[in-house]
């Protein structure tokens, strides 16, 4: 199957779950994870009408997007890879969204790169829900006085929180610990489900799904 063939029964899927979790259609938003892949690889999805896509790096991400935005203006784009410090003022320029926000240093940086460019983007917190060492993410028992000092000490416009299960544990008990630190927190959007689970963090309440290989196939990464 084609890319657009792809992402159509991935956008079929999403509206039969939303059904099926007694939610609104298009209550979703799918972020077609581009990663990995050239602008040649993505342009088919922007043909057919796609305009939300995520990717991982902000350098990877400035080589092929401003060629796309120059062809599909309309574009949202969302980083959903981790962001260092000094990459903050290419991520605000360039991105629209970023769902990584996890440490005072780059809660501090985005918010002075916002004032000086003049922009304005919705973050999320990302949340290690699993605690593992390895992963970024603010831990979960740190997440409620985090979530307070990005509102209220730098007045950031957080939207929601996001999350990355251990990709060798049963995704819904992460949904449901990020779904009951977003409840608590008055947020509205939670940024969970990718390729393998999108359905079921659907049901547990996903405002936003990241879908990458069931859209663009295998990627292959470098050695």
Same mark, same amino acid.
């Given at each position: 199957m084609g890319i657009k063939t792809q992402l159509g029964q991935v956008q079929d899927d999403i509206g039969k779950a939303e059904k099926e979790a007694g939610r609104d259609e298009g209550s979703v938003t799918l972020i077609a994870v581009s990663k990995t892949f050239d602008a040649d690889h993505i342009r088919p999805a922007l043909q057919v009408g796609h305009r939300v896509f995520g990717e991982n790096r902000v350098q990877e991400a400035k080589g092929k997007w401003p060629e796309l935005l120059e062809e599909f203006p309309d574009t949202q784009l969302h980083l959903?890879?981790?962001?260092?410090?000094?990459?903050?003022?290419?991520?605000?320029?360039?991105?629209?969204?970023?769902?990584?926000?996890?440490?005072?240093?780059?809660?501090?940086?985005?918010?002075?790169?916002?004032?000086?460019?003049? *922009?304005?983007?919705?973050?999320?917190?990302?949340?290690?829900?699993?605690?593992?060492?390895?992963?970024?993410?603010?831990?979960?028992?740190?997440?409620?006085?985090?979530?307070?000092?990005?509102?209220?000490?730098?007045?950031?416009?957080?939207?929601?929180?996001?999350?990355?299960?251990?990709?060798?544990?049963?995704?819904?008990?992460?949904?449901?610990?990020?779904?009951?630190?977003?409840?608590?927190?008055?947020?509205?959007?939670?940024?969970?489900?990718?390729?393998?689970?999108?359905?079921?963090?659907?049901?547990?309440?996903?405002?936003?799904? *990241?879908?990458?290989s069931a859209i663009f196939g295998k990627r292959d990464y470098p050695a």
């Open positions: 959903i890879g981790p962001l260092q410090s000094n990459k903050s003022k290419e991520a605000v320029a360039l991105f629209d969204v970023i769902h990584t926000v996890d440490r005072p240093k780059i809660a501090r940086a985005i918010r002075l790169e916002m004032e000086k460019q003049n *922009r304005n983007l919705d973050l999320f917190v990302q949340i290690n829900t699993g605690d593992e060492p390895q992963k970024a993410g603010i831990s979960v028992q740190d997440a409620d006085d985090f979530i307070a000092f990005c509102r209220n000490e730098l007045a950031l416009p957080i939207k929601g929180l996001m999350c990355i299960p251990p990709f060798d544990e049963d995704p819904s008990p992460h949904f449901k610990i990020l779904a009951e630190i977003a409840a608590r927190n008055d947020l509205e959007e939670l940024s969970m489900g990718m390729s393998g689970d999108y359905q079921e963090a659907i049901k547990a309440g996903a405002s936003h799904v *990241r879908v990458g």
